[in-house]
């Protein structure tokens, strides 16, 4: 295969390209009556939930340097 040579987009990719165009901007919409909590499953052991919720009563009263406001 030659570096000239050309492909011609399917019509399903042009289809694809169509919809994109006229599609508002920004993220799609959340699905109605779904709460994240059951869409993404816990799969964080207990340790590491525990030092997360440690780190973040720690930065909560982070004085000093480090301190973003």
Known sequence: MSDNSR???SAATKASEAHDETAAPGAD???ENTDIEDVAPRSVDDEVAKHYEEMLE???HQQGEGRIA
Do not use: F, I, N, Q
């Open 7 to 9: 492909t011609e987009p």
């Open 29 to 31: 919409e959340r699905p």
């Open 58 to 60: 720690r930065g909560a």
